[in-house]
């Protein structure tokens, strides 16, 4: 199938499980994950209609910008090492991957010298998954504490990547739990707008479940773009 055709099927489902869960399908945003596949595949999902990609790899996506020229959004949601942090900042417009005030101030230092600011996401490995990137739950409150004073990164919300299973339903208690976390915490005025907290957790094999459990940004590739070489 096309992926004209694989978008509008996502999209389907995202309405059906949403309002089948009392959520509106609007407060959901679909991040298509485009990492590994050519500017074409992109060009092709923007002529459908979608705007929003994520990449993983900061050398591939500063290519693949400089062929968009801006006409999308863009989503970091790889592990970014400080120093990539310069480039980061020049071409993204969200970073989710947040995961230490080391990372955070170098980053705003950058944006800084750009004259930018940039909505970020913090990584929390909820799974405490040793293969999987992000802080501690525990450590995510101070965290937030340090970034606020960073004049040039304002906190959107959280990000995370549970343990892989075969089976979706294994996710759902991770999911859960960063709901939780993000309700504790925007009840503490930490994130930058407190009436609505980003929560980035599902992929194209459990997605329906991350919505079920509140996700707001759901990161999707092969069930768009197909399987990767």
């Known amino acids: 199938m096309s992926i004209d055709t694989n978008l509008k099927a996502i999209y389907d489902k995202i309405n059906t499980v949403a309002l089948s869960c009392g959520r509106e399908p609007d407060e959901i945003q679909l991040v298509a994950v485009s990492k590994r596949f050519p500017v074409t595949a992109i060009e092709e999902a923007y002529a459908a209609g979608h705007t929003v990609f994520g990449e993983n790899y900061i050398q591939e996506a500063e290519e693949k910008a400089a062929q968009l020229g801006g006409k999308c959004t863009l989503h970091f949601i790889g592990h970014l090492q ?20 080391k990372l955070a101030n ?6 800084e010298d750009l004259g930018r600011s940039m909505k970020i ?3 929390v490995n909820i799974g405490e998954d040793e293969k999987k990137s992000g802080m501690a739950a525990q450590q995510t409150e101070q965290l937030l504490r340090e970034i606020g004073q960073l004049p040039h990164l304002e906190v959107i919300g959280l990000m995370t990547m549970p343990p892989f299973t075969d089976d979706p339903e294994d996710a759902r208690p991770y999911f859960r739990q960063l709901k939780q976390l993000a309700d504790s915490l925007a009840g503490k005025g930490l994130f930058a707008n407190e009436r609505r907290v980003e929560l980035s957790m599902g992929m194209s094999n459990d997605y329906h ?21």
């Open 106 to 111: 170098t980053l705003n230092r950058h944006l």
């Open 82 to 101: 400080r120093n990539k942090a310069k480039i980061a900042a020049r071409i993204f417009d969200v970073i989710e991957t947040i995961d230490s005030f």
């Open 121 to 123: 996401l913090l990584q």
């Open 209 to 229: 479940v991350a919505i079920e459990e509140g996700a707001t940004i759901i990161r999707v590739g092969t069930a768009i773009f197909g399987q990767r070489k």
